[in-house]
């Protein structure tokens, strides 16, 4: 039996984006109004699982009213709101964000950022050769992922997956303060000393491949890695009687990364160790 | 929660500091040794975790015994509150004041801020590094020093409470040149709230109880002192010795500083005291809040709210309990004005915390103090003792049934904790970075309950307003700007110090009262948030509405005056570098931009014209998107000074 949940009716209410009626349902943000009105918003720290942090700030829009720009993935749309996704001022913090970010961090592995720096004209070369970048080497300190903290943005995501939103395991956070802050387990230790279970949410829903699994990373390395060539295949997890449902990721006929849909009712497209890493067993054709 | 505990123990002394605060533990599960009844009983849930605001208070226990806090202390303290170790570590990282890596017992911390930096500070810095040793790091934020060798005596710290600096004690041999020579780290402090009395040095030694010294003005040779031997550094001048108008006639807000005991609750009484709380319970609440309302009061902090829109939202929110919390992190570099009221007249604030609860319906009240603040810190603490100990605070106000109490919480260096939201997850033990608005405050504030957080000097105004009536309050100062303000002046003059003006003299007005000199270059107003004006614009009234008519800010009150002492490029750099150092790292046009910033400001620091030219474009884009799009105010404002700079004084032109 499939149940499709319905919530409780709510009321519509309308705005108005870029000069065209926009009308959402009670509690909706203005990103939820832009997408179903086929508006592109950039977004890299918002995520469809876990609540908006607005850390990034390219999402910014500007609202009638508001001294500042608003970031439209945490601002819920309000009736007569007038927003405008494509003024000077919006394309102009956009742009300086994807400068700020690109000329950082490595945003090679994060999917869309070319195109958008493209689209907005950003030009991360302009800060110069000694601008400071988050220069560091990549954390191989298990044998299911690996951390390259040259490539986070500290959208706050993988903390928010293994705190209170999904996980519980509260294993990572992020420390220090300003440009040195990092994600780290306390005392900067080994994943291998920490309260990590090994689940890979954060990996699941990092944004800049920064967390990436260890299987992926080594293809990478290797020059391997193609997800043309990947093949998608969705089936349910054999290890327990939850019932979650898995995307098997497989290239050249191996699994290479194990992922689970975001809208499965189950998952929510969290998986626990077995089900993330654990398929070896299906590979050994011994 | 499942909580996951490294096997790193606690020393005696660290267990000791964090059992001081919260009492021993009740089980194995909280620390203590393991018995029978363990196995049948555990504690958890909402209790346990219920204790997570004393996170801070925790960390202050271990640092100010310690001096530092290390992997078992760091975990005895999460055990105890039910608190994820990562998370706890990266609360502990937040903070400058905390050290997460073995350091000397004693911390200099010298201020290299404006004020500072004007009357010598690079110079005090060098002599004190040269006497005692500077850190490998070059002593730049207390968290993150890269100290490797493990400092022996800081850590092992049972006596680092009889250390008397140098000399003894086992780290002094160690030397290394890091800064454990003499036991003693030098670190560059921000803004130490001491302007007035520049350049200024303050010393911490960490043991049972922590010991503090004060040297304002320093000379290498009393700054030394004070890290050495901070008990027998001779004592601040008294509070009063920062305020030039003191005892005068007419004064409303400083009118018992330097005037009555700091430390009298009696002698606050016969000066006035508790007259204000009476005609409050006379009025009852919403005739206190329609007095503040009618008197025009605005906040004083720097955003200028109507205090009294803002009382009323939070007393009609049906949720409870309402909070009350007082703002006084003042780290507006260039402020001082809270530190001179806590100091000199503490029980105005404990009332005036005490009326506002009343008006808004809370029963406790926050004061959240910033941690370089010590003697203030002491002083409103006797005072929120006495007033409780008297029936001032407690279950029964004064026999009229409120029930009220004061709860003081110290900050630990963090010039963004004074952003009201962060401030709200500073005392809760987080993190202090700023919540995204809305929802405000006034509906989710403190632990996700309608809160009222002002000022310490808006507060203060709540008194005269209500013992002089609103109709008469309002007509002190401008329509638009009523009621006396204080102003902190620092720098190029003769007189520096805080000062009491009705809302309306002119910037040329007080800098007269404060003795300007000769060969002024530029003033800052409102602080690193706040922006230069040129010499020749001392007309400006110094009013909310006259300082935005003119392009610029009143802030916080910080007037600071320059000469040519210092190159403005040079000040600039600085506030750039304060900045950087401050962004709390959440969003990224702060933490990136404030980088790019310091950056470019670096690159054109000797040059002009056509040569700064490009750099100039590129600080007023990377300014724009700060502004346009950062989370808080501090990454909106973090452009302000430099491109006043640029704009008005025509720096790098």
Redesign the interface.
């Known amino acids: 039996m499939t149940v499709t949940p319905l919530g409780i009716p709510r009321r519509l209410l309308e705005f108005t984006i870029d000069g065209e009626t926009a009308r959402v349902p009670e509690g909706a943000t203005i990103l939820d109004a832009c997408r179903a009105a086929g508006t592109d918003v950039p977004t890299l720290c918002e995520g469809d699982t876990l609540r908006p942090k ?5 999402c ?1 829009v500007e609202v009638e009213g508001s001294r ?2 608003v ?1 439209a993935c ?1 601002r819920r749309a309000e009736p007569g709101m007038v927003v405008r996704t494509g003024t000077e ?1 919006v394309r ?2 956009r ?3 994807l400068e ?2 690109a ?2 961090v490595d945003l090679s592995t994060t999917p869309r950022v070319a195109d958008w720096i493209k689209e907005y004209e950003a030009k991360p070369d ?3 050769p ?3 970048r988050v220069d560091e080497e990549p954390r191989i300190d298990n044998e299911l992922y690996v951390r390259d903290y040259g490539k986070c ?2 959208c ?1 995501k993988c903390v928010d997956a293994c ?1 209170d939103q999904w996980q ?14 990092r994600i ?6 080994p994943l291998t ?3 990590c279970v090994y689940c890979g949410n954060c990996v699941e829903v990092c944004p800049t491949g920064a967390l990436s699994s260890k299987s992926e990373f080594d293809m990478r390395a290797a020059g391997t890695w193609d997800e043309s060539r990947q093949t998608e295949t969705t089936t349910v997890c054999a290890y327990c009687g939850v019932g979650c449902n898995l995307t098997l990721h497989v290239q050249d006929n191996e699994i290479v990364k194990v992922t689970s849909p975001h809208d499965n009712p189950v998952t929510h497209g969290n998986l626990c160790i077995k089900g993330r890493f654990g398929y070896q067993h299906v590979q050994n054709r011994g | 929660m499942d909580l996951h505990f490294g096997d790193s123990k606690p020393t005696d002394d660290e267990r000791a500091a964090v059992d001081a605060l919260l009492g021993p533990p009740e089980s194995s599960w909280e620390g203590a040794d393991r018995s029978d009844a363990d196995l049948r009983w555990a504690r958890g849930g909402r209790e346990a975790r219920d204790r997570r605001d004393l996170l801070l208070p925790g960390l202050h226990a271990l640092n100010d015994r310690i001096g530092w806090i290390s992997e078992g202390a760091l975990g005895y303290l999460c055990r105890r509150l039910t608190v994820p170790p990562a998370e706890a570590y990266g609360v502990a990282t937040f903070y400058s004041m905390f050290s997460v890596r073995p350091r000397p017992a004693t911390v200099l911390h010298v201020c290299t801020d404006l004020a500072c930096a004007t009357a010598g500070a690079a110079e005090l810095l060098a002599g004190t590094e040269e006497n005692l040793g500077a850190g490998e790091d070059g002593g730049t934020g207390g968290g993150h020093g890269e100290e490797e060798d493990g400092d022996s005596g800081a850590g092992d710290g049972g006596d680092s409470g009889e250390r008397r600096g140098a000399g003894d004690g086992g780290d002094s041999g160690k030397g290394r040149g890091a800064g454990a020579r003499g036991g003693v780290r030098v670190e560059r402090s921000p803004c130490l709230g001491l302007c007035e009395r520049a350049p200024a040095a303050l010393a911490i030694r960490a043991g049972d109880p922590v010991r503090t010294a004060v040297s304002a003005p320093a000379t290498t040779g009393t700054a030394v002192l004070a890290a050495v031997a901070p008990d027998s550094s001779p004592e601040e001048p008294r509070a009063a010795a920062a305020v030039p108008q003191a005892g005068q006639e007419g004064l409303i807000l400083l009118r018992r500083v330097g005037v009555v005991d700091p430390s009298s609750l009696d002698d606050y009484r016969a000066h006035g005291g508790y007259m204000a709380l009476r005609h409050a319970f006379a009025l009852g609440p919403a005739g206190v809040i329609r007095e503040v309302t009618d008197s025009g009061l605005v906040g004083r902090g720097g955003a200028a709210f109507p205090t009294g829109r803002k009382w009323q939202a939070t007393a009609a929110q049906p949720d409870r309990p309402h909070h009350l919390v007082c703002n006084a992190d003042e780290s507006e570099p260039g402020t001082f004005k809270d530190r001179v009221l806590l100091e000199g007249d503490p029980y105005a604030l404990v009332e005036a915390m005490t009326i506002a609860g009343y008006a808004i319906g809370a029963h406790r009240g926050f004061l959240y103090i910033r941690g370089e603040y010590p003697r203030a810190t002491r002083r409103i603490r006797h005072a929120v003792e006495q007033a409780r100990a008297r029936g001032f605070l407690g279950d029964d106000v004064l026999g009229q049934g409120f029930a009220f109490d004061i709860e003081i919480r110290r900050g630990a260096g963090a010039y963004i904790c004074g952003e009201e939201t962060a401030l709200f997850n500073s005392i809760e033990g987080f993190r202090g970075e700023p919540r995204s608005k809305p929802p405000f405050p006034v509906e989710q504030g403190l632990f996700g309950k309608p809160t009222v957080e002002n000022n310490v000097e808006t507060l203060v105004n709540v008194l005269p307003i209500l013992t002089m009536g609103a109709p008469a309050y309002a007509a002190i100062g401008t329509a638009k700007s009523t009621g006396p303000k204080l102003f902190c002046v620092s720098g190029s003059v003769d007189r520096p110090g805080v000062y009491e003006l009705p809302f309306g003299a002119t910037l040329g007005e007080l800098l007269e009262l404060a003795g300007g000199r000769d060969g002024l270059r530029a003033i800052l107003l409102g602080g690193a948030a706040g922006g230069f004006v040129r010499p020749d614009e001392l007309a400006i009234p110094l009013t909310f509405e006259g300082t935005r008519e003119a392009g610029t800010t009143l802030g916080s009150g910080v007037v600071m005056a320059f000469d040519d002492s210092v190159p403005l490029p040079r000040l600039l750099l600085r506030i750039a570098e304060f900045f950087r150092d401050e962004s709390c790292g959440q969003c990224v046009p702060c933490r990136v931009g404030t980088v790019r910033q310091e950056e470019a400001l670096h690159r054109i620091v000797t040059r002009t014209g056509a040569a700064a030219a490009s750099d100039i474009t590129l600080l007023r884009e990377v300014g724009r998107a700060m502004r346009d799009a950062s989370i808080c105010g501090l990454g909106q404002t973090a452009w302000n000074a430099v491109e006043s700079a640029i704009d008005r004084l025509g720096a790098y032109a």
């Open positions: 607005n850390a990034c700030r390219v910014v500042t720009l970031p945490s001022r102009h913090s742009r300086i964000v700020l970010l000329s950082s302009r800060f110069g000694g601008a400071a943005i500290l706050y705190g519980n395991s509260f294993a990572i956070s992020v420390a220090g303060r300003g440009f040195d802050a780290a387990v306390e005392h900067d230790a000393d920490s309260a």
